[in-house]
């Protein structure tokens, strides 16, 4: 049971160049979440997909896609990275109102 | 905007003592509450949950929330080196069974 996983660990971008971040998770939840996570600001939340077929914006979508393949992935896309897309990003999923598990997340830089 | 608030820190404490977290919430409509550990470089993994008025404990650690005061903390007991770590408060707000809003997070160091 590996719980949340995402690929890369790690990344470096150009600007202008784009990429999609993995989540896939094995414990049957039905919410999958993507967030940031940069100094000083915190967990905010990018998009989030309550159950399959579904997604809906979260505090800072823009710049993002999102895309939920099946009830165990959850993907984010970059279309054109930018220098303030980088950050840490993290996956987690949970059954709707409990708690979320996080993924090990993604440490992305955008030169 | 709902709002989660929380002492950035750091709050240091010495080994043995008990450290107290504090965390206030904007949303009065706000069902259920959580603490998160961080430790550095990693992701953040549940210590505790609270859904009613009063206190919660779970061997070291116990959960206090006042909903008239808005106002959630998690205390630890006996603190250890290794509770050193970013405790998170996070909220899950009236009218969303999904989303949680995090606070920014309070800094920890326990020192030997």
């Known amino acids: 049971n590996a719980g949340v996983t995402q690929t890369p660990k790690f990344q470096v971008l150009k600007t202008g160049q784009s990429m999609t971040l993995q989540c896939a998770q094995d414990?049957?939840?039905?919410?999958m979440y993507w967030y940031r996570q940069d100094p000083g600001m915190g967990l905010r939340l990018i998009y989030y997909s309550a159950s399959e077929g579904t997604t809906d914006k979260g505090e800072v979508p823009n710049g993002y896609n999102v895309s939920r393949l099946n009830k165990r992935e959850f993907s984010l896309r970059l279309e054109s990275a930018a220098p303030s897309q980088t950050s840490v990003y993290f996956c987690a999923s949970s059954e709707q109102g409990v708690t979320q598990y996080f993924g090990p997340g993604t440490r992305l830089l955008v030169l | 905007q709902k709002e989660v608030e929380q002492n950035s820190g750091p709050l240091s404490v010495p080994e043995g003592a008990i450290a107290s977290l504090n965390c206030t919430y904007s949303d009065r409509g706000s069902q259920s509450f959580f603490w998160y550990r961080q430790y550095s470089g990693k992701s953040p993994e549940l210590i505790m949950f609270?859904?009613?008025?009063g206190d919660k404990e779970d061997g070291r650690f116990t959960a206090q929330l006042n909903k008239a005061s808005q106002y959630v903390s998690l205390l630890i007991r006996d603190s250890q080196p290794s509770d050193s770590a970013t405790y998170l408060c996070?909220?899950?707000?009236?009218?969303?069974?999904?989303?949680?809003?995090f606070g920014k997070g309070t800094l920890l160091t326990v020192n030997p």
């Open positions: 609270i859904y009613s008025n």
């Open positions: 996070a909220v899950l707000t009236g009218g969303s069974n999904y989303k949680l809003t």
């Open positions: 414990m049957n939840h039905n919410s």
